[in-house]
Structures are given as C-alpha cells and as structure tokens.
C-alpha cells in the first residue's frame, strides 16, 4: 500500500531505518504499543483507520486491518 501513496517499499529504506523495529534487544515500542500493554486507551482509529480509508478506494484488500479498526465490545 505504501506504494500506491508514493513511498518506497520497506525493503528500499536505508538499513537503520528498518533495523529500529528489527533488533531483538531493542527497546523501542510504538506507542499505541505501549498503550496497549499499559491498558490505557489508545488512539487507534487515527493510524488504522486512515490506512483502511485510503487502501479501500485503490482496491487494496486490508482485512487484518479492517479488523482491528472494529471497536470492541
């Protein structure tokens, strides 16, 4: 999907880039993440929903994502 909005694919990103979420050791967490873990609420519909919203229009099938945007009950 990054592709139909103009960005490179992943595998096209400088290595400390992609390395950040890569490394076994390390520490670094999204913060929507470390929300969840923490059981507070998140801001969830705001990057899921926005990557839903734009994948829809192109065609581009994001069940998992879909998924996830559903509020629970």
């Known amino acids: 999907m990054v592709a139909a909005e103009g960005y490179p694919p992943a595998s096209e990103l400088p290595g400390m880039l992609r ?3 890569a490394q076994p050791a390390s520490t670094y967490a999204p913060s929507i993440l470390l929300d969840m873990e923490e059981c507070r609420p998140t801001e ?14 192109r065609g581009i099938a994001v ?10 009950l």
Do not use: W
């Open 63 to 72: 069940p998992i994502l879909t998924c996830a945007r559903c509020p629970s």
């Open 44 to 57: 969830g519909e705001h990057p899921i929903g926005d990557l839903v919203d734009r994948a829809t229009p």
């Open 19 to 21: 390395g950040v979420y």
